[in-house]
T-cell receptor, first 116, second 115 residues
Framework: DSGVTQTPKHLITATGQRVTLRCSPR?????VYWYQQSLDQGLQFLIQ???????AKGNILERFSAQQFPDLHSELNLSSLELGDSALYFC???????????????FGPGTRLTVL | AQKVTQAQTEISVVEKEDVTLDCVYE???????LFWYKQPPSGELVFLIR??????QNEISGRYSWNFQKSTSSFNFTITASQVVDSAVYFC????????????FGQGTELSVKP
């Protein structure tokens, strides 16, 4: 158990809908990262937050947004869902990561999103 | 641009065989970090090792060992005396520069260890 929690574990929804994925980092970790794992794209970095502020952005679609709250938990919002958004979404956390590369990231169990 | 290549898509071995998973990386950063993660069939990503670019010493942890060679931009992972429980997808990842802490992952190598 990495100490990172994600809810829900599974999510099934329809095209055009909006969903929210939630992540609680390990106790004391300030950085949260979101990744998408799909068969065609592999593991792709989406976005990073450090202590409530966006720190780095990757291949995140405009239909997706995220935020990190004062208690350091994070939410990833996916809207106008398409079939191709079906994937495993991981959250990871690290102790620092405030612009520093190399922090070890510990991953949550993931949320499997299925868009029908 | 940063890139990680795991050329072996799938490897199948029989229990007790040794197996090496290859990882080749590309980066222009002088300071960077390399990682290996394991993804068992249950789906979670489990951290195995972190190595920085200034430390080329090989590392051994039980049946696991890692060989880091900057000259060939490789960070290979060897499992000695493989076991069925080692069956998983293994990912090599790279982090570096001023791009925050994001990890660039390879495509993964699926290891199947048969009894």
């Amino acid at each position: 158990d990495s100490g990172v929690t994600q809810t829900p574990k599974h999510l099934i929804t329809a095209t055009g809908q909006r969903v929210t994925l939630r992540c609680s980092p390990r106790s004391g970790d300030l950085s949260v990262y979101w990744y998408q794992q799909s068969l065609d794209q592999g593991l792709q970095f989406l976005i990073q937050y450090y202590n409530g502020e966006e720190r780095a952005k990757g291949n995140i679609l405009e239909r997706f947004s995220a935020q990190q709250f004062p208690d350091l938990h994070s939410e990833l919002n996916l809207s106008s869902l398409e079939l191709g958004d079906s994937a495993l979404y991981f959250c990871a956390s690290s102790a620092r990561g405030g612009g520093l590369a190399g922090d070890t990231q510990y991953f949550g169990p993931g949320t499997r999103l299925t868009v029908l | 641009a940063q890139k990680v290549t795991q050329a072996q898509t799938e490897i199948s071995v029989v229990e007790k065989e040794d197996v090496t998973l290859d990882c080749v990386y590309e980066t222009r950063d002088t300071t960077y970090y390399l990682f290996w993660y394991k993804q068992p069939p249950s789906g979670e990503l489990v951290f195995l090792i972190r190595r920085n670019s200034f430390d080329e010493q090989n590392e051994i942890s039980g049946r696991y060992s890692w060989n880091f060679q900057k000259s060939t931009s490789s960070f290979n992972f060897t499992i000695t005396a493989s076991q069925v429980v080692d069956s998983a997808v293994y990912f090599c990842a790279l982090s570096g520069g001023n791009q925050g802490g994001k990890l660039i992952f390879g495509q993964g190598t699926e290891l199947s260890v048969k009894p």
